[in-house]
Nanobody, 121 residues
Framework: QVQLVESGGGLVQAGGSLRLSCAAS????????MGWFRQAPGKEREFVAA????????SYADSVKGRSTISRDNAKNTVYLQMNSLKPEDTAVYYC??????????????WGKGTLVTVSS
């Protein structure tokens, strides 16, 4: 079992940047692949990014590729999502996820409660 708590969301202007953080507690953090999903108002939840247990592999949705970077600090039990050149369509609740199996399409065993990102035009 792992508990996930996101932070770092907020209101930002288009073209700006945000760094989301997700602190994990419970079982050994390094034993989990980690990721991010998001859900925009009125839309289904979608994959954003994922990172392997060691951090050696990462994957991104086409919609954020080149603008976002996922990283992890296993010593701090934290995963990050750096988002640059933000667009209004990036507005969503962002969820941190964890899973025992690395999948480039995302890991979904455990979910945080989410943090809201709002990008104004």
């Amino acid at each position: 079992q792992v508990q996930l708590v996101e932070s770092g969301g907020g209101l930002v202007q288009a073209g700006g940047s945000l760094r989301l953080s997700c602190a994990a507690s419970g079982r050994t953090f390094s034993s989990y692949a980690m990721g991010w999903f998001r859900q925009a108002p009125g839309k289904e939840r979608e994959f954003v990014a994922a990172i392997s247990r060691s951090g050696g592999s990462a994957s991104y949705a086409d919609s954020v590729k080149g603008r976002s970077t996922i990283s992890r600090d296993n010593a701090k039990n934290t995963v990050y999502l750096q988002m640059n050149s933000l667009k209004p369509e990036d507005t969503a609740v962002y969820y941190c996820t964890a899973g025992s199996t690395w999948r480039p399409s995302g890991v979904t065993d455990y979910w945080g409660k989410g943090t809201l990102v709002t990008v104004s035009s």
